[in-house]
T-cell receptor, first 111, second 116 residues
Framework: QKEVEQNSGPLSVPEGAIASLNCTYS??????FFWYRQYSGKSPELIMS????GDKEDGRFTAQLNKASQYVSLLIRDSQPSDSATYLC???????????FGSGTRLQVQP | DVKVTQSSRYLVKRTGEKVFLECVQD?????MFWYRQDPGLGLRLIYF???????EKGDIPEGYSVSREKKERFSLILESASTNQTSMYLC???????????????FGPGTRLTVL
């Protein structure tokens, strides 16, 4: 089992819809969770971080964390074609400095 | 504003050459990381450093070495480049220690290395 798992996609949604991206992790002592956006040929860009159970909203983005079920999700409201990218989920385990990354979900927003 | 820079965006080298990739951060971060990213394999950690002259192996250190002589600078060295080291190389930095929750990593723009 991979430490951080994501569906590779592509996830295709129409413009204006809600895109829902999911991530599961295997280590229960994970303490911090991050979502990165990566455009083709570019480096990952941090868009959200979440540390406690529940929802965290930032503009059109909402991160949701459920530690009991070991999943974290990212909702993108009013999806735009410019949101088309690969979204990487990353997890920090207690006692480790490095993050563990999932392989990413490719999102396509259709105009 | 957070800034991580890498010495080159694109690099072409020949098999057997010694290759230096340099990364600089201006946030006074403790931690610096080198990853490579390949299609279908995701981001893989090569090495990281948590202090000057301190380093730890990541998941795929073979064929690579690193150097951190100053806090802001972290170099990745390919001692004898091989074609299977053709990849996108990404440097990142983060602030806190292993017990810290606030370990957002910030990435540089990446170096696309081609070894012929």
């Amino acid at each position: 089992q991979k430490e951080v798992e994501q569906n590779s996609g592509p996830l295709s949604v129409p413009e204006g819809a809600i895109a829902s991206l999911n991530c599961t992790y295997s280590d229960r002592v994970s303490q911090s969770f991050f979502w990165y956006r990566q455009y083709s040929g570019k480096s990952p860009e941090l868009i959200m971080s979440i540390y406690s159970n529940g929802d965290k909203e930032d503009g059109r983005f909402t991160a949701q964390l459920n530690k009991a079920s070991q999943y974290v999700s990212l909702l993108i409201r009013d999806s735009q074609p410019s949101d088309s990218a690969t979204y990487l989920c990353a997890v920090k385990r207690t006692g480790r400095r490095a993050l563990t990354f999932g392989s990413g979900t490719r999102l396509q927003v259709q105009p | 504003d957070v800034k991580v820079t890498q010495s080159s965006r694109y690099l072409v080298k020949r098999t057997g050459e010694k290759v230096f990739l340099e990364c600089v951060q201006d946030m006074d971060h403790e931690n610096m990381f080198w990853y490579r990213q390949d299609p279908g394999l995701g981001l893989r950690l090569i090495y990281f450093s948590y202090d000057v002259k301190m380093k730890e192996k990541g998941d795929i250190p073979e064929g690579y070495s690193v150097s951190r002589e100053k806090k802001e600078r972290f170099s990745l060295i390919l001692e004898s480049a091989s074609t299977n080291q053709t990849s996108m190389y990404l440097c990142a930095s983060s602030l806190g220690g292993s017990a810290s929750s606030y370990n957002e990593q910030f990435f540089g723009p990446g170096t696309r290395l081609t070894v012929l």
